[in-house]
Structure formats: C-alpha cells, structure tokens
C-alpha cells in the first residue's frame, strides 16, 4: 500500500519539477501584476549573494586532495503573502558554483520552495509544503549524516501535507504525511522514496511557561537496496525560562524493520554451452529488527548584544547506498555583536555514525568548525569573511581527510525580510 502510494505522489521527475517550476512562475506574476495584492501584508523581497573562496580539498577526498580557488553567485527571490486566515511563503534560489582550475566540478544548484496554510474555521488549519532541490551531496548530505563520500549531483523532491485542530486554547492535534524521492546522478549510488505520516499532541499549561508534547510516526524508506519500516515514540516538554531562553527536550524510541535485498554470484552447470559453466546473479533478502532510542535537545538564548543555541540530536538518518544509519549529532551556535555594524559568530558541530551495513559498514566520525565576521555597510548590503575547517574519520577503511575554507562574502538585499507566520 505504501510503494502504491509511493507511486501515485510522484508521477515523474520531470512532471513534478515542472509544475513546481510554472505555479512558482505564475504565483509572483500574479502578485507583481495585481495591485489590490500588493499591499502591506505582501513582503517581496531579493537578494543576491557574491562569495569568494579558497578551498585546500575542494573535493574532501583522502587522497590527493586538491585545492583551488572558486567563486559562488547566488541570487534568491522571495514572494510572501500574509492575512488573518492564510498566509503563503515562496523561494527560488540559485548556486552558480564557478572554479578556476577544476571546471568539472563547476554546478548550478536550484532550490524551488513554496508553502502555506489556511485557517478553514476557528479551529481547523490547513497547510502544504511542496519544494525541489538540486545540489551535491557535499554541500547539503554531508550537513545531514555527517558521512562524506564522493561528491555527486542530487536530486530531492518533497510534498508535505497537513492539518492542525486546536481542541481548545491549551491544547491542540497535528496530523502530517509527508513523501519525497531522492536521486543521484552517479550509477552507484542509490535512489530512494520516502513516505511518513506522524501525530502530535500538545498541551500548553495554564502557566505559559510550560508545553507538554507527545508524538507519533511511521516512516517508510524504499530503495534497490533496502526496505526500511521505521514506527517510533516520544514525548517532549518545553520551557520558557525567561522571555528570550527557551528549552525543549524530546525523548523517545523506535523499532525498526530493515530488509535487505542482496546479490550474490553463483556458479551453476550448463550442458548447452561450451565450457559449461555458467555464473548467474542471486537475489537474497535477509532482515534486522532493532530497538534503539531517540532524543532531540535544544537550548536558546538570546540578549541584546550576545545570542547563543545548542543542539543534541539522536536518530536514524539513510546513506547514499540505500541504507539505515544510526546518526548522533550535537551541534552549537554563538553569536556576539561586537558593535553596530560588527558581528561575530562561531559555529560547531560532531557527529557520530555508525551502521553494522549489510552493503556498506559505517562508522564514522565527522567534526566542523566555522567562524563568520560581518561588517555592515548599509542596512542591508554587508561584508563577511569566514573560515571553516572541517575533518571526517572513517574509521572502516582507515581513511581521515580533512579540509580548510576560506570566504568572502559580499551580500546585496532588496525589498522587506521574508515574512514569519
């Protein structure tokens, strides 16, 4: 039933992308040409992003690295609507990545986004959420897993539908179902669909400092390589500590159900052929079961001149060759305003991965740094030199690449911020 739905969301690629590519075309013509519309609930805004670098191992690889320099030009357009009952948010968005030695790697990512909600009566929300993403799995998977492997083209498609009951002002029921199919250009990675419905129930206490949560899911992961039913558990709590600190903790398990589907060669007798021996290929499923558990933590804290989070996250994420993969991540944030026009912020984050892989063992280790200084020219034109340095230890095969960045960034932007709903 879940394959059958699987197929009837995603029709094709090609299909998909360009309905999502028109609707996005005639939603901001629509808005540019109508001028009852424009008014002060519509924020358009733009900007256009000018980075240039220096990368030590432009393809984070342990062997032979390579350096170069590179340039990314990334122009974005956004076209929001908001009023009392609905409110719509829409993204298109380019990476023009451009180097000056190594013109194979040369790509231009795409993001196309739109979502929105509805509120049908007092108490009953609507919303959807449809976006499509071309990228590298360098620039975008590596942020998800913390695995790094060959830097390859991907495709991601997405549609989330869902609905919101407030039962009554403390409490309220969310229903979620959520499809998406990830492709890869590269031969030897795997394609995937993913589907997932989940249930949440929250409950604000009478004091409003305090919610109380609870969480249900199914998720529901296919590919050539693996099957993976995944039905997991939580509960959460969150606490204003004081007006601008804030913490929430999710706790919970899952059970998962992985079946793998693996390939075997086998040599067998034919009297027909001439010498008579044949080697034909083996199709054999076994599965694994596992119990694990989940947490989610968060903490954020913001001042007047110093705002800082931190992140700790456990939970099953899926590789690039069709496979579960227990991921652990922590991750920090802060940010110092050093004066009215100068900003410095420092991030972190760690992970750890690990799968016993039928196909492809993983365990691994992945550590990042980046240091950001924004200087303000204008109000909204700013300057920004970064740094990061990143480090990946594969401890299977043996293997520790690591890698320094170097940016400058120079930030045009036009028109209102998007706007928050």
């Known amino acids: 039933m879940v394959k059958n739905l699987n197929k009837t969301l995603f029709l094709s690629e090609e299909t998909l992308l360009w309905c999502l590519k028109n609707f996005l075309i005639f939603f901001f013509f629509l808005f540019l040409l109508n001028p009852h519309i424009l008014a002060s609930e519509t ?6 992003k000018l980075k240039s670098g220096y990368d030590d191992n432009i ?7 390579e350096e170069d320099f590179f340039t ?43 979502k929105g909600d ?38 991601r498609y997405n549609i989330s539908l869902g609905t919101t009951y407030f039962l009554n002002e403390l409490n309220q029921l969310t229903l979620d179902i959520t499809g998406s199919r990830t492709d890869y250009d590269w031969k030897y990675y795997v394609d995937y669909d993913s589907f997932s419905i989940s249930t949440t129930f929250q409950h604000q206490m009478k004091t409003q400092r305090d919610m109380l949560m609870s969480k249900i899911y199914y998720t529901n992961i296919d590919s050539d ?3 993976v039913n ?33 390939y075997y060669q086998r040599i067998i007798i034919n ?37 800082y989070s931190l992140n700790g996250n456990y939970d099953l994420v899926y590789s690039v060759f069709g496979e579960p993969v227990n991921r652990a991540r922590i991750s920090g944030r802060i940010s110092y305003k050093w004066s009215p026009r100068w900003i410095l912020s420092l991030f972190l984050s760690y992970y750890i991965t690990s799968s016993e892989g039928r196909v492809y063992e993983e365990d691994n280790r992945f550590f990042h740094f980046r240091s950001n200084l924004k200087y303000f020219l204008k109000d909204r034109w ?33 028109g209102k911020p998007p706007a928050v709903r």
Request: proline residues 3%; aromatic residues 20%.
């Open 72 to 114: 990314i030009i990334s122009p974005f357009l956004y076209l929001n609507y908001k009023s009392e009952r609905a409110s719509c948010y829409s993204k298109i968005g380019l990476d023009v990545y451009r180097y000056a030695e190594y013109t194979r790697l040369n790509t231009t990512n795409q993001h196309y986004e739109i």
């Open 382 to 414: 700013f300057l920004e030199f970064s740094y990061s340095y990143s480090d990946f230890d594969d401890k299977v095969r043996d293997y520790n690449p690591d890698r320094n960045q170097f940016l400058v960034i120079l930030t045009f932007q036009l």
């Open 118 to 155: 509805y509120l049908l009566k007092e108490k009953w929300q609507i919303y959807g959420h449809v976006y499509f993403i071309k990228d590298t799995t360098l620039q975008s998977e590596l942020q998800e897993t913390g695995i790094v492997h060959v830097r390859e083209d991907r495709k």
């Open 225 to 227: 390589t693996s099957k």
């Open 271 to 307: 009297p027909f052929i001439w010498p008579p021996f044949e080697v034909i290929i083996e199709k054999r499923e076994q599965t694994d079961r596992e119990w694990n558990y989940l947490i989610d933590l968060s903490f954020q804290k913001k001042e007047e001149r110093i705002s």
């Open 230 to 262: 995944n039905v997991g558990f939580l509960i959460g709590w969150q606490r204003l500590l004081s007006e601008n600190t804030n913490f929430t903790a999710f706790l919970g398990v899952r059970y998962t159900i992985m079946d793998y589907y693996l």
């Open 43 to 48: 924020y358009f805004s733009s900007y256009l």
């Open 59 to 65: 393809a984070f690889t342990y062997y032979r690295p």
